[in-house]
């Protein structure tokens, strides 16, 4: 029976079979409205064979002209909304607005009173015609949605919030029928709303709702759906189901809804990055746009997470053009491909290696860029200190590279996007950036060119980052890895950290080293544990974290400020600027001694070579957990054996 009643619910009804249901309704609800009424001992006394021989000929064609009329029976009735809902009112309205004139027409004349229908009749017969008509629609549907959808078979949400917001969240996923989702109740501490219904489905308090409670009614999934919510109260409701079986997501704010309607597709699980809670940052882009308007700007290191969203964001000032420069050829084009619907002809995609001084002066001398944003670089820590050759070739090398030759072609403006990694560095990649600091700084001073540095920490979801490797770690079953219990980083969303790159590179003079504010730390270990919550597993019962010790370089804290360097603060609240002292004597010559290091046979020599001398650079590079510890207490830096 089930089987059979699926099998003719899929199948299509065709309109005019809609149109004889639905005149048959009508009939029938006709001589329902005349049986009740005379039950009543309220309806005239008229014989009940010439009810069907005068009177249903009439509700027939009127029915049939006002269905016709306004296309009541076009609709899909297993999708019936409420304008199918409104076209069967004015359906039943024109039917009884006709039948009553004719009535009406029919006592004026004085033929056959058997003709004539009483008022009282045509009122009871709308009431209950809009009733049946609307009841059988519905009725189909639901039918439709349990037993062809899958209605018994759907994922059971709550929406927490029962406000404005929650109410149209509620409407996006019963009205999708690809959601397969059964919405429970929603949830509010609003003590007013507690209690009631919306809709229907209940609201609960959500400061009492148990474990109990969602593993009885099965749900499986709860929608956050409150506007403008501090990241604070979302970090306590992610907490809140911290222990249960459950996915949490949420809804986009209303600023991202498309054309303003929430549709079910847009509401997505949590990110970390909406746990970090950060304010939207406020940027002048009047300043930016005047900063790019009509200039030639250059960005090395295009394809990479940086170099890619400064890319992007660039694309939406009146650039003269914009010239995307990366060796990483997959990577370039990936950029070329996402962003195409978003550049025109000002845009060139470039490939070239900052390490090669040949080419990028062709490149510079072809060009001429106004103004530089320098991204490319090594950033693996790691990787880097096994490979400290490459480091310097990149991040040092590259760098003096492509600076030199801002300065010989004139560029207005050059800025250098570094790492907190370079703040009293402990590993190659953080040393190999501080160094590069401090040239771009100290080439400032003699040179028309203005060059900035900015710093920032750790990116959520850049290549290689703790995130993508936690989530690939989670698909793989697990455990997830951290290096140290206590290790704890601060934390950007790229379009936040290029937001500020491309404000500091605005109000930049020349000199300075831009430090960005970049909120509280995070403990890594905390951070694991949200993202196996957020996955809808629990820790430590289907996913273990594994502490496996710090790598070589690694450090426990991070720092935005060197130890001899004092923060000033900007017009913009999440941008200081660190005053850098420069105190090495033959810092030019040593920086050419280091980027003209010559490889030699023996690998493990050459790196002790480039790390002592990047250490006369550094000074405050102390390598931590790493091979080249000794050199900072024992190493002979001038005769390295």
Same mark, same amino acid.
């Given at each position: 029976?089930?089987?059979?009643?699926?099998?003719?619910?899929?199948?299509?009804?065709?309109?005019?079979?809609?149109?004889?249901?639905?005149?048959?309704?009508?009939?029938?609800?006709?001589?329902?409205?005349?049986?009740?009424?005379?039950?009543?001992?309220?309806?005239?006394?008229?014989?009940?064979?010439?009810?069907?021989?005068?009177?249903?000929?009439?509700?027939?064609?009127?029915?049939?002209?006002?269905?016709?009329?306004?296309?009541?029976?076009?609709?899909?009735?297993?999708?019936?909304?409420?304008?199918?809902?409104?076209?069967?009112?004015?359906?039943?309205?024109?039917?009884?607005?006709?039948?009553?004139?004719?009535?009406?027409?029919?006592?004026?004349?004085?033929?056959?009173?058997?003709?004539?229908?009483?008022?009282?009749?045509?009122? +009871?017969?709308?009431?209950?015609?809009?009733?049946?008509?609307?009841?059988?629609?519905?009725?189909?549907?639901?039918?439709?949605?349990?037993?062809?959808?899958?209605?018994?078979?759907?994922?059971?949400?709550?929406?927490?919030?029962?406000?404005?917001?929650?109410?149209?969240?509620?409407?996006?996923?019963? =009205?999708?029928?690809?959601?397969?989702?059964?919405?429970?109740?929603?949830?509010?501490?609003?003590?007013?709303?507690?209690?009631?219904?919306?809709?229907?489905?209940?609201?609960?308090?959500?400061?009492?709702?148990?474990?109990?409670?969602?593993?009885?009614?099965?749900?499986?999934?709860?929608?956050?759906?409150?506007?403008?919510?501090?990241?604070?109260?979302?970090?306590?409701?992610?907490?809140?189901? =911290?222990?249960?079986?459950?996915?949490?997501?949420?809804?986009?704010?209303?600023?991202?809804?498309?054309?303003?309607?929430?549709?079910?597709?847009?509401?997505?699980?949590?990110?970390?990055?909406?746990?970090?809670?950060?304010?939207?940052?406020?940027?002048?882009?009047?300043?930016?746009?005047?900063?790019?308007?009509?200039?030639?700007?250059?960005?090395?290191? %295009?394809?990479?997470?940086?170099?890619?969203?400064?890319?992007?964001?660039?694309?939406?000032?009146?650039?003269?053009?914009?010239?995307?420069?990366?060796?990483?050829?997959?990577?370039?084009?990936?950029?070329?491909?996402?962003?195409?619907?978003?550049?025109?002809?000002?845009?060139?995609?470039?490939?070239?290696?900052?390490?090669?001084?040949? /080419?990028?002066?062709?490149?510079?001398?072809?060009?001429?860029?106004?103004?530089?944003?320098?991204? =490319? =670089?090594?950033?693996?820590?790691?990787?880097?200190?096994?490979?400290?050759?490459?480091?310097?070739?990149?991040?040092?090398?590259?760098?003096?590279?492509?600076?030199?030759?801002?300065?010989?072609?004139?560029?207005?403006?050059?800025?250098?996007?570094?790492?907190? &990694?370079?703040?009293?560095?402990?590993?190659?990649?953080?040393?190999?950036?501080?160094?590069?600091?401090?040239?771009?700084?100290?080439?400032?001073?003699?040179?028309?060119?203005?060059?900035?540095?900015?710093?920032?920490?750790?990116?959520?979801?850049?290549?290689?980052?703790?995130?993508?490797?936690?989530?690939?770690?989670?698909?793989?079953?697990?455990?997830?890895?951290?290096?140290?219990?206590?290790?704890? /980083?601060?934390?950007?969303?790229?379009?936040?950290?290029?937001?500020?790159?491309?404000?500091?590179?605005?109000?930049?003079?020349?000199?300075?080293?831009?430090?960005?504010?970049?909120?509280?730390?995070?403990?890594?270990?905390?951070?694991?544990?949200? +993202?196996?919550?957020?996955?809808?597993?629990?820790?430590?019962?289907?996913?273990?974290? &594994?502490?496996?010790?710090?790598?070589?370089?690694? &450090?426990?804290?991070?720092?935005?400020?060197?130890?001899?360097?004092?923060?000033?603060?900007?017009?913009?609240?999440?941008?200081?600027?660190? &005053?850098?002292?420069?105190?090495?004597?033959?810092?030019?010559?040593?920086?050419?001694?280091?980027?003209?290091?010559?490889?030699?046979?023996? %690998?493990?020599?050459?790196?002790?070579?480039?790390?002592?001398?990047?250490?006369?650079?550094?000074?405050?590079?102390?390598?931590?957990?790493?091979?080249?510890?000794?050199?900072?207490?024992?190493?002979?830096?001038?005769?390295?054996?």
């Amino acid at each position: 029976m089930s089987y059979q009643l699926k099998k003719h619910l899929q199948k299509e009804t065709p309109r005019w079979l809609v149109l004889l249901i639905d005149l048959y309704i009508t009939l029938n609800t006709f001589l329902l409205t005349f049986w009740v009424l005379r039950w009543m001992n309220i309806a005239p006394e008229t014989d009940f064979g010439k009810v069907i021989t005068h009177q249903l000929p009439q509700v027939l064609i009127f029915a049939l002209i006002s269905f016709i009329l306004t296309s009541s029976f076009k609709g899909i009735v297993r999708h019936t909304g409420f304008k199918d809902m409104m076209n069967v009112l004015k359906a039943t309205i024109l039917y009884t607005i006709m039948i009553s004139l004719f009535s009406w027409m029919i006592y004026e004349i004085k033929t056959e009173p058997a003709f004539r229908i009483g008022k009282t009749v045509i009122v +009871v017969h709308f009431l209950f015609n809009t009733i049946a008509l609307s009841f059988l629609r519905i009725l189909y549907k639901n039918l439709y949605n349990y037993y062809v959808t899958g209605n018994r078979y759907k994922r059971k949400v709550m929406i927490y919030g029962a406000g404005d917001s929650g109410v149209i969240t509620y409407k996006a996923l019963t =009205a999708d029928d690809k959601s397969k989702v059964t919405v429970m109740g929603f949830l509010d501490d609003n003590k007013k709303k507690v209690g009631k219904k919306i809709n229907g489905i209940p609201v609960y308090n959500s400061n009492k709702i148990s474990k109990e409670f969602i593993e009885k009614h099965n749900i499986t999934e709860i929608v956050i759906s409150i506007q403008n919510l501090p990241g604070a109260q979302l970090r306590e409701i992610v907490d809140q189901f =911290a222990d249960y079986s459950v996915t949490l997501k949420i809804v986009p704010a209303v600023s991202n809804w498309l054309k303003g309607d929430l549709t079910a597709q847009q509401i997505k699980d949590i990110k970390i990055e909406d746990l970090l809670g950060r304010k939207p940052i406020k940027l002048d882009n009047e300043e930016i746009r005047n900063e790019i308007s009509g200039k030639v700007v250059m960005v090395t290191g %295009a394809a990479g997470s940086i170099g890619s969203e400064i890319s992007r964001q660039i694309m939406n000032y009146p650039h003269k053009k914009l010239i995307m420069v990366d060796q990483a050829e997959t990577a370039l084009f990936n950029l070329q491909q996402t962003t195409r619907k978003f550049y025109n002809d000002s845009c060139e995609f470039v490939m070239g290696d900052v390490r090669n001084p040949e /080419r990028v002066e062709v490149m510079m001398r072809h060009y001429q860029p106004d103004i530089i944003f320098h991204a =490319a =670089a090594y950033k693996h820590v790691p990787l880097m200190e096994d490979n400290p050759y490459e480091a310097v070739m990149t991040n040092v090398k590259g760098t003096k590279t492509i600076a030199d030759l801002a300065v010989k072609y004139g560029v207005e403006k050059f800025v250098m996007v570094s790492t907190d &990694k370079a703040v009293n560095p402990t590993n190659v990649m953080g040393a190999t950036k501080r160094v590069a600091e401090l040239y771009v700084t100290q080439l400032n001073a003699k040179s028309n060119t203005k060059f900035v540095v900015t710093r920032f920490g750790n990116v959520l979801g850049s290549n290689g980052s703790v995130i993508p490797t936690f989530k690939r770690q989670i698909e793989e079953g697990g455990p997830l890895t951290v290096t140290h219990p206590d290790i704890n /980083r601060y934390f950007m969303t790229i379009p936040e950290a290029c937001q500020l790159v491309l404000e500091a590179g605005a109000m930049g003079k020349g000199g300075e080293v831009f430090v960005f504010d970049m909120g509280e730390s995070v403990k890594i270990f905390d951070l694991a544990k949200k +993202v196996i919550q957020l996955s809808g597993l629990k820790y430590p019962e289907d996913i273990d974290i &594994k502490i496996t010790g710090l790598r070589p370089g690694e &450090k426990i804290y991070e720092e935005l400020l060197v130890d001899n360097e004092t923060a000033i603060k900007t017009h913009h609240p999440k941008i200081m600027i660190a &005053k850098v002292y420069q105190s090495v004597q033959g810092f030019e010559q040593k920086v050419m001694d280091l980027v003209f290091t010559e490889p030699t046979e023996n %690998a493990m020599e050459a790196n002790l070579i480039l790390v002592s001398k990047m250490k006369e650079l550094v000074p405050e590079y102390q390598p931590s957990n790493s091979i080249y510890t000794s050199i900072s207490n024992s190493f002979d830096f001038q005769n390295p054996k």
